[in-house]
């Protein structure tokens, strides 16, 4: 499936999904703007190669427009402990929200 352009900007917006689920949840230009560049990655089948500093909320930014496009992604965490956070909260926080 291919991404509707603009949603991960919906989505990760003021008036998105995730407000009502993450606590302190706001969104943030810089995680918008990555979101949106997945997205059209995504939408074109091409490559992407990334970097962001800590604290844009980078999980988000890949995560949701992965999911809500329905494609295929390898995700990879520099510890096991990122690992078991992406896996058993993350995912399962963004799925829901989609």
């Given at each position: 499936m291919t991404?509707?352009?603009g949603r991960a900007r919906l989505l990760l917006g003021a008036d998105g999904p995730f407000r009502s689920r993450l606590p302190g949840f706001a969104?943030?230009?810089e995680?918008?703007?990555l979101?949106?560049?997945?997205?059209?990655?995504?939408?074109r089948e091409g490559l992407l190669?990334?970097?962001?500093?800590t604290g844009i909320?980078?999980?988000l930014s890949y995560l949701v427009p992965v999911l809500d496009s329905g494609q295929r992604a390898?995700?990879?965490?520099?510890?096991?402990?990122l690992q078991d956070q992406l896996f058993f909260r993350d995912?399962?926080?963004?799925?829901?929200?989609l």
């Open positions: 991404p509707e352009p969104p943030r230009d995680q918008i703007e979101a949106s560049a997945i997205e059209a990655t995504l939408a190669v990334a970097e962001a500093g909320g980078k999980t390898i995700i990879s965490t520099g510890t096991k402990t995912l399962p926080l963004v799925k829901e929200a």
